[in-house]
């Protein structure tokens, strides 16, 4: 065979190849969002979900020129999951009502008080609770390192709860009536600590979740056996030194193929200033 005989073989262009991923997750993220108001609206659309995001993942298969490990079937099951899961935010949301005075969500549309963390595409939505905007976004189950916050941004939100649908918090300013800090501490009962050789500080034991400050960073599997060890759903870390915190909730294993493959970053602590 001539050398002359030998297809051309053209170089990938890198930059091409980070924008088409970045309009790909924009795409994404423009879906779930819709799908959050829809249900706050008290509808839902699969089919136009599906062929947004599918006219969305055509181009970027195209653009990767099939590099790419995601196919048409991750987009159902993805859009099948955060329809659910934003249906399981409104039921937690509802089920607040008995608490408190008043419980009313507010349009996902807009972001009336800021949590300033970041949790992936899942759109979560302001909840005025007797006049006090709090946040609340799905709880992701099997997600490693998803919710963290926004390094040098203002203060970020204070969870208040969290259980297997809802993560609840309370936005930097916001400042809940005596009475309605009475009603939470009812909703969320009593708490404590403990304590575990390996970890340098108590472990604060909360309703459904841990807590606790680390000078290191506490590996992940050691996590999830205390997760487990205690019944948690989430445990969050904050890391004082390094300005950030994150909510464990579990393992990325079963989280769904295309949030995986597009979002989840194992060079997350590069990206947070973990070796700065």
Known sequence: MKPSDIPEQRPYDMNGLVEARREFEEAI???MHRIAIDTYMGSSEPEQYREALSQAFERYFNNMKGATNSSPSDIEELI???????R???SSIEALKPHFDSVKPLDPAYIYADPYWSHGPSYGVNVEINGTRFYALPRVPCSTDEYVTVKQAPVPANIVLINHDIILMLPYREDPSDETRLQLNKLLGTSGKVTEEDIH???HIQKNYLWVHSDEKIDDHRINQLMEKYGADAFMVGY???NI?????GTEETMERLWKSTYFDREIWRRYGWYE
């Open 29 to 31: 993220k423009n879906t």
């Open 80 to 86: 099948t999951a955060e329809i659910n899961r934003q």
């Open 88 to 90: 399981s935010l409104y």
């Open 201 to 203: 500080e108590p472990i």
């Open 240 to 242: 004082p030194a390094r």
């Open 245 to 249: 915190a994150i909510i464990y909730t």
